[in-house]
């Protein structure tokens, strides 16, 4: 499976974003994850391809969405109220095991990074 995101870029503090990643194949699960410099790279969202279920990190509970697009095969992180503390590159991620989806290391294809700055 390859991944391709997109949709990153610079915005002000409160504001929004919308990610993609463009799969070329089906697993079981995608998910976002996200890496600032001198830090482990963190789980951000996750979704299952068959049913849609969701997890979410609880620093963005109630701000970012991830949705699925099952014709596209293309997930997307809708980001909003964007904080400073959400800076980072943004990596998507495919795993073809099930198992919860917060599990970073089950992970077996992954994406390029895109940056997100959030500016205060």
């Known amino acids: 499976v390859q991944l391709q995101a997109s949709g990153g870029g610079l915005v002000q503090a409160g504001g929004s974003l919308t990610l993609s990643c463009a799969a070329s194949g089906r697993s079981y699960a995608m998910g976002w994850f996200r890496q600032v410099p001198g830090k482990e790279r963190e789980f951000v969202a996750g979704i299952s391809w068959s049913i849609g279920t969701t997890s979410y990190t609880d620093s963005v509970k109630g701000r970012f969405t991830i949705s699925r697009d099952n014709v596209k095969n293309t997930v997307y992180l809708q980001m909003n109220r964007l904080k400073p503390e959400d800076t980072a590159v943004y990596y998507c991620?495919?795993?073809?095991?099930?198992?919860?989806?917060?599990?970073?290391?089950?992970?077996?294809?992954w994406g390029q990074g895109t940056l997100v700055t959030v500016s205060s």
């Open positions: 991620a495919a795993r073809e095991g099930y198992g919860p989806l917060h599990f970073i290391s089950a992970y077996d294809y």
